[in-house]
Each structure stands twice: as C-alpha cells, then as structure tokens.
C-alpha cells in the first residue's frame, strides 16, 4: 500500500514536470494528420468542437489514442458534449508511445498521465492511464483509478512524427470510473451561482442588475467565455472611477468581459488575432488580445492588463475563467501616464487590517489617488452626486433593466441606459461587500 502510495506520487511529481514543460510553438496540427483518415472523421469533428485539438497543437511528445467512426458514434449516442471532452481528453497520453514502443514496455505495465490531468478536475487517479503489455502481442489500456479493466486493445499505429506526436488506433473508449456521470449539461450550468462560487460576487451583482447576464445566457447554447474579475480586482486601488461611467457606458464594460465563442484555456493560449467580445460593434473595437507565457495567460486591453487566474468552468460550450483585474477598454478609458510616484501608499500597518480600513481605496470615492487618469473620455457626468464612502445604500436599483433585444446586436450598448444609477450600484456593492467580509 504505501509502496503504491509512493509510486502514485512519484507519478504525480513527473507528471507536474511534463505539465510545466508545455512548449508553445509545434509544428504538428492534429486535425491535418486526421483528416487524411475517413474512419476517424467524427473522432476528428469532436476534437475540433471541444477544442481539444488546440491543446493537442500546443503540446509536444504526446500520443493521440483514437477509435474509428462507428465505436465513437456509439459512445457519444448518450453523452453530452462537456462528458465526450472529459473521455476525449483521457485519450490525449503526455508522453510518446509508438508501436515499438508500446511492445516493448518496461516492466510490461505503466502509468501515464493525461491531458485530463492538466485540468485539475480529475479526482483520484482518473487522470492517468494504464498501458499493460499482455501477453501474446496485445497491449491493454485503461483508467488507472483502482479497479478498472485493461478493457480497451491496441489496434494499430496510425501515424508518428517522432518524437512529437504518435496517433494509435484503440478498439474501444477508456472509461475512467464516474466520468460518465460527472458532467451536467451545459444548459443546465448556473452561471450566476458559479460565478459566486467563483469569488466573482460583485461581478455577479453587475451583470445581474444590468441584465447583461441575460445577454450572456442568450448566446451560451452556441458558445461564451466570460472573463469574471475577481471582488478583490474591484476593491483594487488601480482601478478608475467606474462611478463615471454611463449607463450604457457600464453595460459596454461588462459586455467586454465575455465573448460569444468557446475559448478554453488551451485554446486562449493559442489565440493570435485579437478576440472580439459582446462589445464589440465595430470590427477592431473592443477587443482584447492575449499573451502568452508559459503557463500564464495575460489579457491586454490596451488600457490595462489581466492575468487569467484559474478556470471556473470549461463545459462545453462554455467557459468561465477568474482573472485578476476589470479590463478597462480603451473606448471607454484612457491610457494611465506612467504610474505617479506613489504618495506613501496608505503606510497602514495597522494591528488590524480591517476591511474597512481598505474600502477608501475601492472603486468609489477615493480621494483621487492617481492624478490624470480622469478615466473617462467620453461624456464625464458633472459632479452633482455627492459621493459619500457608506451612505445611501437604499435599493441600489429601480428594477434590472435587462437590455431590450438580447438576442439581437448585442454589441450597441447605448439602449437601455434610462433606469440603473450605477454609482449607487458601485457604491452599495461595496457596502454589501465589506459587510459581507466582516
Ligand atoms: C518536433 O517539434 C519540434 C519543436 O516544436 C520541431 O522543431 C520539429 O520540427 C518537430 N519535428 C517534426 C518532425 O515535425
Ligand atoms: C490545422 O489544420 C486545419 C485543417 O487543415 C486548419 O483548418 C487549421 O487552421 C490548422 N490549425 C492551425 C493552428 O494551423
Ligand atoms: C443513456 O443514459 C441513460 C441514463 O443516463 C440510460 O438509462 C440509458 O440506458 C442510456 N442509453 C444508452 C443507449 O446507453
Ligand atoms: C495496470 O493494471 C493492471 C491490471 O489491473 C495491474 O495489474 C497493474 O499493476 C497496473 N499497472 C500499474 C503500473 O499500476
Ligand atoms: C471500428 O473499430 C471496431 C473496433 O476495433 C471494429 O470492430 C469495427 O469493425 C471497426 N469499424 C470499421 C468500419 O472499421
Ligand atoms: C442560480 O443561482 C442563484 C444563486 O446564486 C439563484 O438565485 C438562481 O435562482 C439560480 N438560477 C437558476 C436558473 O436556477
Ligand atoms: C492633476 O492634473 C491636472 C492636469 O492633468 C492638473 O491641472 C492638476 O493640478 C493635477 N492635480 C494634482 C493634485 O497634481
Ligand atoms: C446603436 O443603436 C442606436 C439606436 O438603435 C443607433 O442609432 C446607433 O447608430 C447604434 N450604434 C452603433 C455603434 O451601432
């Protein structure tokens, strides 16, 4: 047992090393080494929706274990797309096994990891696989969580660009146990409760108030990713005003957090053109770039920069990620000058650091820290609100306004700006949110 215990981790340890080893840059593209096979087409298709084949490009030493047309179509008959991206990614091995290879394992059994190991959902041992030479020329595979059976033979080599890539056709999908019943249906995800969950609440009160959720539900059946920042990311001292923000203004903000395409981490890591967001009217407006490096994954405004902090959810065809800060667009902000030698930064080192000792530097009503970043450029709204840091938190809305026409161009953000008070909002989240801390 504690020999067992001691492999598993000497395993898992190796596995850290190869999953910090992602290469960026690889030249092999799966879904041009599939397409010159017909029988594995629909295996092809289904790597190509969930996107699995962007985290195959951008992986080296790997092998693709895949089955032929009708075995896969039999198998996805009753599953839904986010439990075939869990099986397919069990399929994905991080390490290069060609036929010889394979024949010739060391010991006549091992355990490798998966690309399903990378996402951190894979409980117990469910994230690796276990090839086991059997006698007589017949390799075996299965899941290497306790109990499962060597139940899936080797067919054939298919394809090796060595030692980058091997393709090698298997007779039947490896199940790893309770993967079948994990995933829920996309449509049945709760973005809201997620998001909480997340630690995205003040984000979550936004969108909800503004109704802008509805326009993410309105294209999550075909696709979305959502950029949530953090509550802490809205408390930060770097943050503009939001509070002179328009309406419409507030709406084009939390529009630029998402898009309506399934980018997933490994897909965000491969992006090259900017991405267009739910705010984005104009080709070229609104749009966010990203960088790469390594592991970590940066999005770029052009104002301000996020890191992507963890994955909240990738169930096809949605995908939620936490990040670090509110992306300012540079429709709505201007560029800060380089950052004003900074006036002794609240030299608080306080026994307590009290929450409420840090609201002041919240979004609303700091005593104007940064000079010359008057964020705003368009409209600025005249100063006739006093902004008291607590006061005034009585019905932060008048009913949610969710925007007229969801479903339609979701990238005009001037409707629907008659009703909220969003420096109220702004200012009763953080009320809520302090409270909420004490
Ligand atoms: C294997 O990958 C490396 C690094 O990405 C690349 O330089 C090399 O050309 C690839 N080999 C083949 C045969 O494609
Ligand atoms: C991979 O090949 C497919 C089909 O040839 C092509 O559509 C796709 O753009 C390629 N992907 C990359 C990352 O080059
Ligand atoms: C499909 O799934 C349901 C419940 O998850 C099960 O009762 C049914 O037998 C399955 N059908 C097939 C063809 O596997
Ligand atoms: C792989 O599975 C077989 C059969 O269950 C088992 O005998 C073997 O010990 C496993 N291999 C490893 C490395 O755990
Ligand atoms: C697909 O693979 C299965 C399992 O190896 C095999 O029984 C079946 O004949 C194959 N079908 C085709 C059309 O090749
Ligand atoms: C989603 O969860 C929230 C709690 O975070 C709850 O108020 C809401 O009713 C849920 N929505 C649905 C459609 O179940
Ligand atoms: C802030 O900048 C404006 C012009 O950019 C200047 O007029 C004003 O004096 C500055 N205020 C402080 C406190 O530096
Ligand atoms: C937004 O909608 C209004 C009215 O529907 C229209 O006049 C305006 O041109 C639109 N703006 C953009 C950028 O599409």
Redesign the pocket.
Known sequence: MCATMATLRIIIIVAMALIAAVSTAVGHNITEILSEYPEYSVFNNYLSQTKLDDEINGRQTITVLVFNNSVLKKFVSNETLSVVKIVLSIHVLLDYFDMQKLLNIGGGTVITTTLYQTTGNAIGSTGFVNITDLNGGKVGFGSAAPGSKLDSLFIKSVKQIPYNISVVEIDLPIIAPGILTGGAPSSAVNITSLLETAGCKTFTKLITDTGVLKIYESVATKGLTVFAPSDAAFTSGGLPNLNKLTNAEVVSLLLYHASSNYIPRGSLKSVKNPIRTLAT??AGKFDLTVQTNGDSVTLVSGVDSSRVESTALDSVPISIFKIGNVLLPTELFTKSPPPVPSPAPETSTRSSPSPAASAPRSIDSSPSPVNGTSPIRSPPIPPTRPTPPTASISSPIDGPAPAENPTA?T??A??GGDVIKVPVIFLALVTVSISGII
């Open positions: 009217n104009t161009d990238g005009n001037s409707n």
